[in-house]
Nanobody
């Protein structure tokens, strides 16, 4: 079985920074793409950023220039550094990873971590 455990959420003032972490553990053969999504109250879950196993990145237009996604393959961990936070960044943030195990390849999700940005 695989688990994704997130940490680093919290309450921050507008203009501040937070760093989210998400560590994958379990019977993992390999990890392909990893990423972060978010879901604000009353809205659909949306992609924030993604990173391939080779380090290629993709960002939502709303976070370009403010957020940075990175990963440590040795630790099976993906990070999201969020700078210049805005109240509209308030949401539950979920990490995901496309992981190969003995049963095959599938997408796994973390439990979510709350990020609240006060104005």
């Amino acid at each position: 079985q695989v688990q994704l455990v997130e940490s680093g959420g919290g309450l921050v003032q507008a203009g501040g920074s937070l760093r989210l972490s998400c560590a994958a553990s379990g019977s993992i053969f390999s990890i392909n793409d990893m990423g972060w999504y978010r879901q604000a109250p009353g809205k659909q879950r949306e992609l924030v950023a993604a990173i391939s196993s080779g380090g290629s990145t993709n960002y939502a237009d709303s976070v370009k220039g403010r957020f940075t996604i990175s990963r440590d393959n040795a630790k099976n961990t993906v990070y999201l550094l969020m700078n210049s936070l805005k109240p509209e960044d308030t949401a539950v943030y979920y990490c995901n990873a496309d992981i190969s195990t003995r049963t095959g390849l599938r997408r796994w999700w973390g439990q979510g971590t709350q990020v609240t940005v006060s104005s």
